[in-house]
Each structure stands twice: as structure tokens, then as C-alpha cells.
């Protein structure tokens, strides 16, 4: 176990309950990336498959909470983004 890699998970994951909650709070999701969402989650989906197979501690917890909060969040743009204007609707999203 890195207490680097414990840190800089514990800061990635502050981002992403303050993330869901102004989705909950304002039902706007304009300006959000669901690519980078997704990305973000198959690399936290990649770290908790490295540490289950080759370095399992608690540590893994970090990358699995992470993973879901990505996840809640990809979950609540698709959910939001029908209210959007259309106007304002990316290509690809």
C-alpha cells in the first residue's frame, strides 16, 4: 500500500460527491464531459483490477468508491441531459 496513491485517490474523490450534488441540485448538466466521465471510470475500473489481482488492501475501497461515484454521475448526465436545451447539446453527447 502507497499512502501516495491512498491521498491522491482521497483528492480525486472529493470532486466527484460535489460533482453529483450540483447535478442534483440544479438538474443541469451542460458542461460536463461524459467521455472524460468515462475514461475516469474505466481507469477506476483498471485500478480496482490491479489491486484485486496483484495488491489487494484497503486501498482497493478507494478506487471502488471512486468508480461508483463516476459511475452515479455518467448515470445522472443521461438522466439530465434530455432537460437540456437543445441548443445547447455537444456533438457526441
Known amino acids: ?47 480496482v483490477i490491479h489491486k484485486v489481482l496483484c495488491s489487494f488492501d484497503w486501498v482497493t475501497a478507494l478506487y471502488a468508491l471512486n468508480m461508483v461515484m463516476v459511475g452515479v454521475d455518467l448515470l445522472l448526465y443521461y438522466r439530465y441531459l434530455p432537460l437540456a436545451e437543445p441548443s445547447c447539446r455537444g456533438i457526441g453527447d
Do not use: D, N, Q
Open 1 to 47: 500500500m502507497s499512502v501516495f496513491e491512498a491521498v491522491m485517490l482521497i483528492c480525486f474523490g472529493v470532486s466527484w460527491p460535489i460533482s453529483i450534488a450540483k447535478s442534483l441540485r440544479t438538474r443541469k448538466v451542460i458542461g460536463k464531459s461524459p467521455l472524460f466521465m468515462a475514461v475516469v471510470f474505466v481507469g477506476y475500473v483498471s485500478g
